[in-house]
């Protein structure tokens, strides 16, 4: 099974800062199957990127995935205020899939 | 658009069963593998099972093997989920995703998920 572990837990930032949030793998899976979701309180998950780098439909250019092998990383280049939010790591390229633990955003 | 609305969710006692479904329209349900992810309250999100465009594949998490099933009915358009033996810490809201565009990918299309409490 590969392990996703995100850090850190929280970050606190404020509206117009930067955020890095980062998501390591127990196990090199290249860089195709890496996803990242935000989830609002009480609000389904949505897709942001795919593929590492990936943006899915409808989602800002603010938000930019990279990384590849291991080491994988969510920049959120100028927060807004609907950006405060959990966000959790993917793998889907091999069963189980397994979720990152998540890295909340909060003001 | 895509939808899928998920049903089935209660209140269960330990060591009973439920099974979910999951609705969808929008699309064509034959074409996409479909997946069930839950979240315990106040945690994170687990997977919990996949099942592949023509149900043939099947994959499942170890906490759920040998307990919960997946299926689908593709002339009902109806993805479910067969939970057997239920336990405490299989409360959780409990969601049905479809894959983004149908080779391997992420998990593009959620429902809006149902509850299941197993509390005796």
């Known amino acids: 099974e590969i392990v996703l572990t995100q850090s850190p837990g929280t970050l606190s930032l404020s509206p117009g800062e930067r955020a890095t949030l980062s998501c390591r793998a127990s196990?090199?899976?290249?860089?195709?199957?890496l996803a990242w979701y935000q989830q609002k309180p009480g609000q389904t998950p949505r897709l942001l990127i795919y593929?590492?780098?990936s943006r899915a439909t409808g989602i800002p250019d603010r938000f930019s995935g990279s990384g590849s092998g291991t080491d994988f990383t969510l920049t959120i280049s100028r927060l807004e205020p609907e950006d405060f939010a959990v966000y959790y790591c993917?793998?889907?390229?091999?069963?189980?899939?397994?979720f990152g633990g998540g890295t909340k955003v909060e003001i | 658009q895509v939808q899928l609305v998920e049903s089935g969710g209660g209140v269960v006692q330990p060591g009973r069963s439920l099974r979910l479904s999951c609705a969808a329209s929008?699309?064509?349900?034959?074409?996409?593998?479909m997946h069930w992810v839950r979240q315990a309250p106040g945690k994170g999100l687990e997977w919990v099972s996949l099942?592949?465009?023509?149900?043939?594949?099947?994959y499942s998490a170890d906490s759920v093997k040998g307990r919960f099933t997946i299926s689908r009915d593709s002339s009902k358009n109806t993805l479910y989920l067969q939970m057997n033996s239920l336990r405490a810490d299989d409360t959780a809201v409990y969601y049905c995703?479809?894959?983004?565009?149908?080779?391997?990918?992420?998990?593009?299309?959620w429902g809006q998920g149902t509850l299941v409490t197993v509390s005796s």
């Open positions: 995703a479809r894959e983004r565009v149908p080779v391997v990918s992420p998990l593009g299309y």
């Open positions: 929008g699309f064509t349900f034959s074409s996409y593998a």
């Open positions: 099942i592949s465009s023509d149900g043939g594949n099947k």
């Open positions: 196990q090199n899976f290249g860089s195709s199957s």
């Open positions: 593929g590492a780098s």
């Open positions: 993917q793998q889907y390229v091999t069963s189980p899939l397994t």
